[in-house]
């Protein structure tokens, strides 16, 4: 059988046989690996659309807690769009091009299940991209980070200036955009870009266990987080302010919020259900 149809079959509510992606669940924890190694997994109009249709079929799906978004291959997290295809763009595809990229990353975003993106070598120019759109990032320390679109003579086109300029500030944006040279994974996380650095042969047990963590943890409130934080830095103060009292309010609700403080208050470990 070959690898695309074993993650398929593994996979639980993914009938779905993707042509770049493997798709495999562990418990609640959903990993979808973009599998294009021999291209360092660059990101073709294909793949883009697969990530689509594999995200939301894992937003959809009430036992998925977590996703883990990774590349194929140990050289590569994804090493940009498809250069092969940027070529030949026109400029309306382009703007296709750079909407289904847009579209694809505003989704996970704004996913109110955590994503963890994992790290393995080169996330450089879409794959860069795509890692800032995630929630949580844990890299190698031997990852290359950067945008180096301007070596090709175009603009990160999915979301890049404005998710660099947020997570890292003006000055590492415009540095990383304008001159184009990938940064170590010491510099990304002194620049904020990467939550945790470890060992490549470390890189694995560190995903699974923050993976492990989430998906054992409040969903609820998982996504009140998410959605404040998120949608919250869209919005003035006030009315960011009013969303995290409505999110917090909806936990109040939920028998893991009753779980959670019996738990600290009978000196026991809270065993989250869900509900
Ligand atoms: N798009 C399409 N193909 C890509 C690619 C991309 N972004 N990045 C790598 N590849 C392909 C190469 O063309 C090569 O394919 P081939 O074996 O059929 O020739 C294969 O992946 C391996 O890449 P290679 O360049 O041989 O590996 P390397 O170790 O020498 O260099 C990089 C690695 C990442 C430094 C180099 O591949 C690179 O600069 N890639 C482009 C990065 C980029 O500009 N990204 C932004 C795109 S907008």
């Given at each position: 059988m070959p690898p695309a149809t074993i993650a398929s079959f593994l996979c639980r509510s993914c009938a779905v046989d993707y042509q770049n992606l493997l798709v495999a669940d562990r418990g609640a924890v959903r990993q979808i690996t973009i599998n294009r190694p021999d291209k360092l997994n660059a990101l073709n109009l294909q793949t883009l659309q697969e990530l689509d249709a594999a995200f939301r079929a894992a937003r959809e799906d009430a036992s998925v807690r977590v996703v883990v978004l990774a590349g194929s291959g140990e050289k590569a997290f994804v090493a940009g769009a498809d250069i092969a295809e940027l070529a030949t763009l026109s400029p309306v595809q382009a703007q296709a091009f750079s909407r289904a990229g847009q579209s694809l990353m505003r989704g996970i975003e704004r996913s109110n299940k955590p994503v963890v993106a994992r790290i393995q070598g080169f996330a450089l120019g879409g794959g860069m991209e795509l890692a800032m759109s995630c929630h949580?990032?844990?890299a190698a320390d031997k990852a290359r980070l950067g945008q180096p679109e301007i070596n090709l003579g175009v603009i990160p086109g999915f979301g890049g200036t404005q998710r660099l300029t947020r997570l890292a500030g003006r000055a590492a944006a415009l540095e990383l955009c304008l001159l184009g040279a990938p940064i170590d994974a010491a510099?990304?996380?002194?620049?904020?870009?990467?939550?945790?650095?470890?060992?490549?042969d470390r890189l694995d047990e560190e995903v699974q266990a923050v993976a492990d963590q989430l998906a054992a943890a409040a969903p609820v409130a998982l996504a009140g987080i998410l959605d404040a934080v998120t949608l919250g830095a869209d919005c003035a103060m006030d009315p960011a302010l009013e969303f995290e009292t409505q999110a917090f309010a909806l936990c109040c609700s939920t028998a893991d919020m009753h779980e959670g403080t019996q738990a600290f208050l009978q000196k026991r470990k809270a065993v989250f259900s869900g509900r």
């Open positions: 949580l990032r844990i510099r990304g996380q002194a620049l904020g870009l990467l939550n945790r650095v470890v060992p490549v």
